[in-house]
């Protein structure tokens, strides 16, 4: 694979809350000291200033975090701007004046906690945790999963209409997927369905039993959707053209990467950056059964997820090796070069193989246990400062080797 020439490259971002979004951050730090650009921001703009397509991406896919990422590059927002509003946002002023060296010519509006987390005291969310549980016989019997059940109502502890307003007021300019120059999607979950949810700039809504392509929403709204991490963050609703609310949560419940997005719509390199590893024993740290619930459930959550990735990974390299084991054997019998032709498009098509498009995947160290301990949430300098450097120097690591 020779990358210069490849003509659409895409950007896939995995969620994983600010720990995601730092890596993410070091990850296009790595891509840009290599050559890469990012356009972004209205046609007119885009049009201006990224004539030229080679090592440029004009496509992002985003899940949660990797979703508001997304949309801060798809707006024209350069990467020294985005790690300013996190610096700015964590209080840190003073750090961020001391890199005014380089230069920002649009300046993201600082991103705080504020901006992230918003407490759930919508009127209708209910926020009794044990309400008349004990005055009545309940309806189902049961032990603890149905005490929850019936009690413990709350649909989150915090909202994302915070971070909604902060993405629509201070971020995008017109709101929608179709003013931008670039392509942007963004991966949600419908809660009241078992499908995947992509939005976009599409001319009408298409869906299947497990993937629904949505044209009715706004960016601010598709980013705060898909960054509805249960039980932390409470679905949230988006209002159909109909009238009706449609609810929806974390992008990577139903996929953690969704690679086929940016393919089915045309790139031929798709570089998917993500931030979960499972825990690998070191000694060092030693156990994970010695620090309590959080981070046994961490280590649970990591690897029902990693475990996905993997498979994701390894069924395109199987479906790689059968189209070309089959084709080695179809030359082999001498079968004619037009029936060999039409087997392979037949067979091409029922995989939904893209020959065309090569895959690049961006992960931490699984000996890297500094990164597996750090909060998802923290805005600390400190963490955020490795974890952006971790980004970098496993984009570095990964890409060193491919032919620029």
Not at 108 to 127: E, G, K, Q, V
Not at 241 to 259: A, C, M, V
Request: aromatic residues 10%; glycine residues 6%; charged residues 20%.
């Amino acid at each position: 694979m020779r990358i210069k020439d490849k003509k659409h490259p895409a950007l896939v971002l995995s969620g994983g809350g600010i720990k995601a979004a730092a890596f993410h951050i070091g990850v296009c730090l790595a891509l840009k000291e290599l050559g890469f650009s990012f356009a972004g921001g209205s046609k007119a703009q885009v049009d201006e200033l990224y004539s030229d397509t080679e090592m440029t991406f004009k496509t992002y896919v985003g899940s949660s975090a990797g979703a508001i990422i997304g949309t801060f590059l798809a707006s024209g927002y350069s990467i020294e701007a985005i790690i300013q509003a996190f610096l700015k946002g964590a209080g840190l002023n003073e750090v961020a004046k001391k890199r005014k060296h380089v230069a920002v010519e649009n300046p993201l509006t600082p991103l705080s906690y504020r901006n992230i987390f918003a407490l759930n005291l919508d009127a209708n969310t209910p926020t009794r945790f044990l309400p008349n549980f004990f005055k009545k016989k309940p309806i189902m019997t049961g032990g603890l999963e149905v005490l929850l059940k019936t009690g413990f109502k709350v649909n989150g502890i915090f909202s994302m209409k915070n971070l909604e307003k902060y993405l629509r007021e201070e971020v995008v300019d017109d709101n929608s997927f179709s003013s931008l120059g670039v392509d942007l999607y963004v991966v949600a979950t419908q809660l009241n369905h078992t499908r995947k949810v992509i939005f976009g700039h599409f001319d009408d809504t298409v869906k299947t039993n497990t993937i629904k392509y949505a044209h009715y929403a706004k960016i601010s709204e598709s980013v705060a959707a898909s960054a509805s991490l249960p039980p932390i963050f409470c679905p949230y609703g988006i209002e159909r053209e109909d009238g009706k609310t449609i609810y929806f949560f974390d992008g990577e419940i139903r996929d953690t990467l969704s690679t086929h997005v940016a393919s089915d719509h045309g790139a031929d390199l798709v570089i998917a950056s993500y931030s979960i590893q499972p825990y690998h024993y070191n000694d060092v740290m030693g156990s994970l059964h010695k620090y309590g619930m959080p981070l046994i459930f961490n280590q649970a959550l990591y690897q029902a997820v990693e475990q996905k990735i993997s498979k994701h990974i390894h069924h395109k390299k199987e479906i790689k090796s059968l189209i070309d084991t089959v084709n080695g054997y179809l030359k082999e019998i001498d079968l004619p070069l037009a029936q060999r032709d039409k087997l392979m498009d037949i067979l091409i098509s029922k995989t939904h193989y893209k020959p065309n498009v090569d895959y690049v995947y961006i992960h931490p160290d699984p000996q890297d246990h500094k990164m597996f301990f750090y909060d998802h949430f923290s805005l600390n300098p400190e963490v955020l400062t490795h974890i952006v450097r971790t980004g970098f120097k496993c984009a570095m690591g990964r890409l060193r080797n491919l032919n620029l």
